[in-house]
């Protein structure tokens, strides 16, 4: 038997203080070597949206995760964000566990998105907000309260922002230059327009940016990446597909201009060097991150009972 994680599993066995150290953990080990991770594979399917192919090999697992991004879907009454993670043992290569795409993804963002914050952000850091109301928004500023910080939500839809911080225990801003003002910022749009023009962000400032995970998506404009304190994920992936490869593209960043987050974390790169620095990460989304919410799930596995499948 196969085990299955629905959605509701996923959250049921993974909390959010739980993913931000697996995913810590995750760039960790990825950063030594331990890890590893293949290109992530594009399918697009434009302007509809596209479809990923994401592989990992790590913790005596490997993972596949084929998903969806299609921004339209929820004026369909759709999700955005739909497809499966499938988890094998790498001894001998078989399936050990099927899981929802979606709740996996979100999981993972909000923790990405936190975990770079507290990494990057000011030690000193009092305001948290997050701009995007939509499933990993609202798993990003789950996550910040989790961690025990009042954060701010605002979305286009205000109704939207005001349900789920309601839900969440969050508050709601009452302008996105409220929101922007954060001293720990992340914005979760469909990366269609730009959030950060230059000179948006003020000195001391992070901002976790999440949204622009793909081709031809941007939430900050270039100016700005050239004024500011520049890391990232992973460095192959996020300057071929996020904010990152626009100024690549333009010759204003260069590898040598952009650490990645896990190096910071082990020591190898430099992070924040003074409170009147502006740090932004830039995340496109790593197979590493869903392997590690994969592999806490499987810790709960026996405790929840879950149905299973065979093939």
């Known amino acids: 038997m196969i085990a299955f994680f629905s959605a509701a599993d996923v959250h049921r066995a993974v909390s959010p203080e739980r993913a931000v150290e697996a995913v810590r953990d995750a760039f960790i080990d990825y950063a030594r070597g331990e890890w590893t991770m293949p290109p992530k594979v594009y399918v697009p399917a434009y302007p509809a949206g596209d479809f990923r192919a994401m592989p990992a090999l790590g913790g005596g697992h490997a993972l596949l995760k084929w998903v969806t991004s299609f921004p339209g879907n929820p004026a369909q009454g759709l999700p955005t964000v739909t497809g499966l993670v499938l988890l094998s043992d790498a001894s001998n ?140 994920d992973d460095w192959e992936q996020a300057s071929h597909n996020g904010d990152l490869m626009h100024a690549v593209e333009a010759g204003i960043l260069g590898r040598d201009d952009v650490a990645q987050l896990g190096d910071v974390l082990i020591g190898t790169a430099e992070g924040r060097q003074t409170d009147h620095d502006i740090t932004i990460f830039d995340s496109t989304g790593l197979a590493i991150q869903d392997l590690a919410i994969a592999l806490a799930a499987m810790e709960r596995a026996g405790d929840l009972g879950l149905s299973g499948i065979t093939l």
Not at 199 to 215: F, K, T, Y
């Open 93 to 232: 290569g078989m399936l050990k566990a099927v899981f929802d795409a979606g709740a996996v993804t979100a999981l993972r963002t909000g923790a990405a998105a936190v975990l770079a914050a507290e990494t990057l952000g000011r030690a000193d850091a009092e305001t948290a907000a997050v701009i995007g109301a939509g499933v990993n928004g609202e798993a990003a500023a789950r996550t910040f309260v989790a961690r025990g910080r009042r954060v701010l939500l605002w979305d286009v839809d205000g109704s939207r922002a005001a349900s789920v911080a309601e839900q969440i225990g969050a508050g709601v801003a009452s302008s996105r230059e409220e929101a922007l003002a954060a001293d720990l910022l992340v914005t979760v749009t469909p990366g269609h327009e730009i959030v950060l023009a230059e000179g948006a962000l003020r000195p001391g400032q992070h901002a976790s940016l999440m949204g622009a995970d793909g081709p031809g998506k941007a939430e900050i404009a270039v100016e700005e990446l050239a004024r500011v304190h520049v890391f990232c």
